[in-house]
């Protein structure tokens, strides 16, 4: 009775997952709908929730279906923006964020932007993209090879080859 009882657990142990891969490092820390809050010192820079979050030992962290609020300024035009991804990785510690798979943005003014990838550099809260942009706003739709959002403003700015389509007005 005691060999078969040995041997099974030998068998169950032989056939358990291995915990990690030869010379890789377990991530440090793995959430399950997450919710985000970064500062800067005292100051809440935004804030955002994610289905799945990993933090690495080396400081990185990575987030799918991840949804980020970036407040806008006290007393400027910009007002909050929101970004949505199915991957956001970046670093803390640098404020650097890059976020891809059906990337959106959404400004207060009522403009909503798609595209693949877009970075975000929280030290100069910019957003940028180079793989193509469609933004939607009250007064129509513009399509850009790449574009630049200024997150306290709320401006956009376009390069490359850019075709714009306005929804009539009141006549």
Known sequence: ???PLLSLLALLAACAPKQATEG????????HGARLRSYDGSTL????????????????LTATRATVHVPGKAGQA???TTVRAQLME???STRQLVA????EV???SGMVARTP???????QQLARGTEGVVVTGPNGQMRADSFTLSFPTGQYDFEGSVHTTLQGGAR
Request: no cysteine; charged share 25%.
């Open 117 to 123: 990838r877009a970075t975000y550099d929280g030290t």
């Open 78 to 80: 910009g007002g909050d």
């Open 90 to 92: 970046g670093s803390p």
């Open 106 to 108: 959404r400004t207060a």
């Open 24 to 31: 890789a490092a377990p991530p440090a820390v793995v959430m």
């Open 100 to 103: 891809s798979g059906d990337v």
């Open 1 to 3: 009775m005691r060999r």
């Open 45 to 60: 820079t935004l804030t955002g929730e994610a289905e799945l979050a990993t933090w690495q030992r080396t400081g990185e």
